[in-house]
């Protein structure tokens, strides 16, 4: 099935640094592609998302593009703030078939300085 | 708020004991999931229901089960715990089980064994 690769942290900046969070994946066909945030002590949010190749999805400054040829969908943001503390999460669904799940990458804590 | 709420919200209990976990998924979605996150796991796939009918199966053990109800809550109920099954366990429910829509998780139960 589907699978997807994110770089490891934790990744700690100081404020109104310019973030990068390196996502690769492996997919048969091209499937829609996830950021999940989890702030501290709290669930999953949808943070964007893209659903085919070239699309840029973007939300709170965040922004992330489809490469097929790099097959990459790495997150950016221009300038984070100390309330971007979080565990970022990568995820794409497992699989073609009827069972939508999602696979998720292992994670990149991300840890924003004043 | 996702929409999605999860009962309870802190489980305290000792091993070879059973519980039960709730969701319910956000208005109008009829696709459910479940999730176990753990720190040497990660994020796992547990299970996925679809309009009262299990959908795709991941990594669930066997001593795990769920179930949809007509009103689309679900319960996952984990028996004879073990020490290994502390985790926080999250449910997401999805609009219909389509690879393009966005799942939107709930606050999770965090589980501990003793």
């Known amino acids: 099935g589907n699978s997807v690769t994110q770089m490891e942290g934790p990744v700690t900046l100081s404020e109104e640094a310019f973030l990068t969070i390196n996502c690769t994946y492996t997919?048969?066909?091209?499937?829609?592609l996830f950021w999940y945030v989890q702030y501290p002590g709290e669930g999953l949010q949808l943070l964007l998302k893209?659903?085919?190749?070239?699309d840029k999805g973007s939300n709170k400054g965040f922004e992330a593009t489809y490469r097929k040829e790099t097959t990459s969908f790495h997150l950016e943001k221009g300038s984070v703030q100390v309330s971007d503390s979080a565990v970022y999460f990568c995820?794409?669904?497992?699989?073609?078939?009827?069972?939508?799940?999602?696979?998720f990458g292992g994670g990149t804590r991300l840890m924003v300085k004043p | 708020d996702s929409g999605v709420t999860q009962t309870p919200k802190h489980l305290i209990t000792a091993t070879g004991q059973r519980v039960t976990l709730r969701c319910s998924p956000r208005?109008?979605?009829?696709?459910v999931y479940w999730y176990q996150q753990s720190l040497d796991q990660g994020l796992q796939f547990l299970i996925q229901?679809?309009?009262?009918?299990?959908?795709a199966k991941g990594n669930i053990l066997e001593r795990f089960s769920a179930q949809q109800f007509p009103d689309l809550h679900s319960e996952l109920n984990l028996s004879s715990l073990e020490l290994g099954d502390s985790a926080l366990y999250f449910c997401?429910?999805?609009?219909?089980?389509?690879?393009?829509?966005?799942?939107?998780f709930g606050p999770g139960t965090r589980l501990t064994v003793l």
């Open positions: 893209a659903t085919k190749a070239d």
């Open positions: 995820a794409l669904p497992r699989g073609n078939n009827a069972g939508n799940m999602l696979t």
């Open positions: 997919a048969t066909g091209y499937p829609s």
């Open positions: 997401a429910s999805s609009r219909s089980g389509l690879a393009k829509n966005e799942q939107f």
């Open positions: 229901y679809y309009n009262g009918e299990e959908r």
């Open positions: 208005s109008g979605d009829l696709s």
